[in-house]
């Protein structure tokens, strides 16, 4: 799997993490029709869910850029990343 | 003598060179008690290795107590190896304790003249402090003296008030320029962008204008302070005349009137009113052309700020957005966020590629209202403005926005996102308009 797959990957299952999340802050508020309607509207099928359902993998180091430009005192790149 | 030690219990404060210089000053001949307040990780080694009926481990108690204790000392005993600026010492000097501490390059040798009011000594010179302690017991007039000496400096430095003032004094330089301030009704930002005489338009929606600097006097009473007329306009002013750049600064809510009223918006503004500083403009045209992307011609201006009526921008925040913007010229917009940024110092040029990282593989940067940004007028004609997809367009077009242009990260806290009451965004309709268009945050 090339790097790039890999992190889709992990932003796949850290947003599934994160709706999951607003659908259950739905439920533990006791507003089941949101939370139904929530995952009538997920865009994850079944399939999906049970693939990427995970805790998050968060870094607090994502799209931190790791070079500096000395000419502007700014950071600029991320390490080993390409700029679009 | 009566000696004190405030602080974590850690041998980075240099709690183990307590009882040598405990053994030093008995070796003097010196009869002393020590109080030890505190805990922390090498407490138990510390009491293993220094006992007697003459030493009292206090541990954690509460501020009013310590300060009551430190009253009934003679000295403040700080060996530590690192400091920042140690309140404890602070707060000992304020109590007319005088104190013996390491020299170390922090607020330590910042606070203390060593001779006057306290004694500085090198880090492990255990033979000094105990010198330093036993001329104090000797001359109990010289004692008094660096006592009072420590309890002035305090009041005159470190008093709560003064700080204020010169935090105050700071933050007003920091926003403000050389030119002098213009009456409000005199500001670019006003005259230009919504319309000189549109407080008279007849079509209409609420304009609240410099509702910021509203909020911030009310703040500013409500804590004691002075406010500052004026502070914003001089940040804006600033671009003004020292880059000839203009900062259009658009406040506005949402395109439906209905939802305009469900915020309460319009009551928020008319709050204010009565602040000469405040006007409330009615002019839903306006409003109407930004929102599609197209900044209406009184608006030429380089940089442009569309904020919601109901937030608030503290004063210096346009000074630092447009500074991020002048850093980064490849920058389509500056970001601000409720948190610092991770990673770096601001500004931080998030390129594309940047952006989809910390969106989806850290801790986020799109959820940001209007108000979080500042754009290069073109950029954001380009970018077409913020979609009508409602609870969403703002998610949507930092999605679009940072997938297209490079994003000056700025620093945190510039803007106050208010929640309140009645807020649309709090409603149950909202949440299903959310759970309704989210959907296109998952694809690919």
Same mark, same amino acid.
């Given at each position: ?84 | ?24 000053? /008995? ?16 407490? %138990? ?68 003249? #060593? ?15 105990? #010198?330093?302690?036993?001329?104090? /017991? ?11 000496? *420590? ?21 007003? *330089? ?53 406010? #500052? ?24 809510? &949402? ?20 602040? %000469? ?130 994003? *000056?990260?700025?620093? &945190? ?32």
């Amino acid at each position: 799997m090339s790097a790039r797959a890999g992190e889709r990957e992990v932003a796949k299952r850290n947003y599934a993490y994160g709706y999951a999340k607003g659908v259950v802050r739905a439920l533990m508020r006791g507003r089941l029709a949101l939370a139904a309607f929530r995952m009538r509207h997920s865009p994850l099928g079944a399939f999906e869910w049970l693939r990427y359902l995970r805790p998050p993998n968060r870094s607090g180091d994502a799209g931190v850029p790791m070079a500096a430009d000395p000419a502007r005192d700014i950071a600029v790149l991320a390490h080993g990343a390409q700029q679009h | 003598m009566r000696l004190l030690f405030v602080g974590r219990l850690h041998r980075d404060k240099g709690v183990f060179d307590l009882p040598l210089i405990d053994r030093a000053l /008995d070796d003097r001949g010196i009869a002393v008690t020590w109080t030890v307040i505190g805990t922390g990780p090498d407490e %138990p080694a510390l009491r293993d290795a220094w006992t007697g009926a003459h030493v009292s481990f206090l541990r954690r108690r509460a501020h009013e107590e310590v300060l009551a204790i430190a009253a009934d000392h003679d000295a403040f005993v700080l060996p530590s190896r690192f400091e920042g600026f140690p309140l404890a010492l602070l707060e000992a000097m304020g109590a007319g304790v005088v104190p013996v501490a390491t020299r170390l390059e922090s607020g330590v040798a910042e606070s203390i003249t #060593d001779g006057t009011t306290g004694f500085l000594r090198e880090a492990g010179d255990i033979a000094g402090f105990a #010198d330093a302690i036993a001329a104090l /017991d000797r001359d109990r007039a010289r004692l008094a003296s660096m006592a009072d000496s *420590a309890r002035r400096h305090v009041a005159a430095h470190h008093d709560m008030r003064t700080c204020t003032d010169a935090y105050q004094a700071l933050f007003r *330089a920091t926003a403000s320029c050389d030119v002098p301030v213009r009456p409000m009704s005199s500001c670019r930002t006003a005259r230009g962008s919504i319309g000189a005489g549109s407080r008279t338009s007849p079509c209409g929606r609420s304009r609240l204008i410099r509702r910021a600097q509203g909020e911030w006097s009310d703040a500013g009473r409500a804590a004691g302070l002075g406010a #500052d007329d004026g502070v914003q306009p001089r940040a804006l002013h600033r671009r003004r005349h020292r880059k000839r750049a203009r900062t259009d600064v658009h406040r506005l809510r &949402a395109s439906r009137r209905r939802r305009l009223l469900h915020d309460s918006t319009v009551a928020i503004a008319r709050r204010y009113e009565s602040d %000469p500083r405040v006007r409330v403009i009615v002019n839903e045209r306006i409003a109407a052309t930004i929102q599609t992307g197209i900044t209406p011609s009184r608006s030429p201006g380089t940089l442009l700020q569309v904020h919601d009526s109901d937030d608030v921008m503290y004063p210096h925040c346009l000074a630092v957005m447009v500074r991020a913007l002048d850093m980064i010229p490849e920058a389509g917009l500056a970001l601000s966020a409720h948190h610092a940024w991770s990673g770096a110092p601001t500004p931080i040029a998030s390129t594309p590629r940047l952006s989809y990282c910390r969106e989806f593989l850290g801790f986020g940067m799109f959820s940001q209202g209007p108000s979080n940004a500042l754009f290069r007028t073109d950029v954001f004609r380009a970018l077409g403005g913020f979609p009508e997809v409602g609870r969403t367009r703002n998610l949507a077009f930092w999605l679009h926005a940072c997938r297209t242009t490079t994003v *000056a990260l700025a620093a &945190a806290d510039l803007y106050w996102y208010r929640v309140h009451e009645g807020q649309h965004l709090r409603t149950a309709e909202s949440a299903f308009d959310l759970a309704a268009r989210r959907r296109f945050r998952g694809r690919r």
